[in-house]
């Protein structure tokens, strides 16, 4: 078995990371049109996490070049 640490960050970290609210994500993780934003769930609604290489990747699709 592969021993891979992923950091895994709540809501609030996720949000935090990303300049967002946390409602903001408690929003998308409702609507469709960002489901490119994987979540984890484990368990109950506070269980809810994110991996920094989803958020990092999130980031890269949205930026745009000054050419855009």
Known sequence: MKN???KLLTRK????YLGLSVRTLETWARQADYNELPIIKMGTIKG???KISDLDEY???KRKT???
């Open 48 to 50: 809810i996490r994110y």
């Open 4 to 6: 891979d640490t992923v």
């Open 13 to 16: 970290e996720a949000a935090q």
């Open 66 to 68: 000054n050419n855009d």
């Open 59 to 61: 980031i890269e699709k």
